[in-house]
């Protein structure tokens, strides 16, 4: 079982910066893939970036390629999400997960934390 707390949300005006962290409780964070998905209003959730095992490997959304940079810290089990240039449609509860591939067989959700940004 993985425990996955998100922090790092807020409101910002567009053009800004945020930084989202997620947190995993256990002893087997390295073994995973880690994503980070979004959901906005009346919108179904949709994949945003994922980073491999060791950190290798990066993924990112065609939306978002070149503002956001997903990275990871084993030592710290957390992952990041550095979101640079946000938009008012970056707005949206951002998720992590820990999973077993890139874009699917994610196991393990976070609760969430908001992201809004003001035009």
């Known amino acids: 079982q993985v425990q996955l707390v998100e922090s790092g949300g807020g409101l910002v005006q567009a053009g800004g910066s945020l930084r989202l962290s997620c947190v995993a409780s256990g002893r087997t964070f390295s073994t995973y893939t880690m994503g980070w998905f979004r959901q906005a209003p009346g919108k179904e959730r949709e994949f945003v970036a994922a980073v491999t095992r060791s950190g290798g490997n990066t993924y990112y959304a065609d939306s978002i390629k070149g503002r956001f940079t997903i990275s990871r810290d084993n030592a710290k089990n957390t992952v990041y999400l550095q979101m640079n240039s946000l938009k008012p449609e970056d707005t949206a509860v951002y998720y992590c997960?820990?999973?077993?591939?890139?874009?699917?067989?994610?196991?393990?959700w976070g609760q969430g934390t908001q992201v809004t940004v003001s035009s």
């Open positions: 997960a820990a999973g077993l591939s890139i874009r699917s067989n994610y196991l393990y």
